[in-house]
T-cell receptor, first 113, second 113 residues
C-alpha cells in the first residue's frame, strides 16, 4: 500500500514557466513533509519542507502548499530553469517511525530552454 | 568534507555471492538509514538504526542485515545475492527530531549478474 501518492510521473515545462507537483498521503500520523531533489547519479537532497500546522512555505522560487484536511500537499517551482531538471520526490515522516521517510513515486521534471 | 559517504559507488557481483556496502556519516547524527531505489526510481526504506535500536521494514528479506559498529557507521551486508537485489542503495542519516533534514550518500549501484 503506497502511503504517499505523487503525480504527475513526468512533467515538461518551458523555461520561465511554473512547475506543479502534487502529493497525497494517507497516514495522519505524518508530521513532517519534505521535498527532495535528485540529479542523475546523485543522492536525494532536501529542497524544502513543511509541517502540517503551516499552509504554505516559500523559499526562493520553491513553494509548498499544504492542505491538512484534504491530506494533500504540492510543490510549485516558479520561473522554472533548465537547471531545475531533475527528479523530485515528496516524502512524509513521523516521530513514531524513527523519522523514516515514506517517499512518493517521483516526478521527472524537464525544463526546456 | 563529505557528510554521508558510501563505498563502493559501483558493485557488480554474481548471484549467490555475499557482499557488503559501507556507510559513514560525519554529521554527528544519531540515526542512520538504508534506502533502496529500484529501476523505476522508487525509494523505499529498508532499515533505520538509532541508539542501537534497529527498525526493519517488514518487506526486507532476512538476507539483508545492517551492522553498526558505532554511531557514525552503518554497513549493509547482503547474503546469497539474487538478480532482484540489483538496485541503487542509499545510506542516509538524520537527528531524531522534527524538522531535521535527512542527508543522503551518493548511492551504491549494485548489479547482480
Amino acid at each position: 500500500q503506497q502511503q504517499v501518492k505523487q503525480s504527475p510521473q513526468s512533467l515538461i515545462v518551458q523555461k520561465g514557466g511554473i512547475s506543479i507537483i502534487n502529493c497525497a498521503y494517507e497516514n495522519t500520523a505524518f508530521d513532517y513533509f519534505p521535498w527532495y531533489q535528485q540529479f542523475p547519479g546523485k543522492g536525494p537532497a532536501l529542497l524544502i519542507a513543511i509541517r502540517p500546522d503551516v499552509s504554505e512555505k516559500k523559499e526562493g522560487r520553491f513553494t509548498i502548499s499544504f492542505n491538512k484536511s484534504a491530506k494533500q500537499f504540492s510543490l510549485h517551482i516558479m520561473d522554472s530553469q533548465p537547471g531545475d531538471s531533475a527528479t523530485y520526490f515528496c516524502a512524509a515522516t513521523s516521530s513514531g517511525s524513527a523519522r523514516q521517510l515514506t517517499f512518493g513515486s517521483g516526478t521527472q521534471l524537464t525544463v526546456l530552454p | 568534507d563529505t557528510a554521508v559517504s558510501q563505498t563502493p559507488k559501483y558493485l557488480v557481483t554474481q548471484m549467490g555471492n555475499d557482499k557488503s556496502i559501507k556507510c559513514e556519516q560525519n554529521l554527528g547524527h544519531d540515526t542512520m538509514y538504508w534506502y533502496k531505489q529500484d529501476s523505476k526510481k522508487f525509494l523505499k526504506i529498508m532499515f533505520s538504526y538509532n541508539n542501537k535500536e534497529l527498525i526493519i521494514n517488514e518487506t526486507v528479506p532476512n538476507r539483508f542485515s545492517p551492522k553498526s559498529p558505532d554511531k557514525a557507521h552503518l554497513n549493509l551486508h547482503i547474503n546469497s545475492l539474487e538478480l532482484g537485489d540489483s538496485a541503487v542503495y542509499f545510506c542516509a542519516s538524520s537527528q531524531m527530531t522534527v524538522n531535521t533534514e535527512a542527508f543522503f550518500g551518493q548511492g551504491t549501484r549494485l548489479t547482480v549478474v
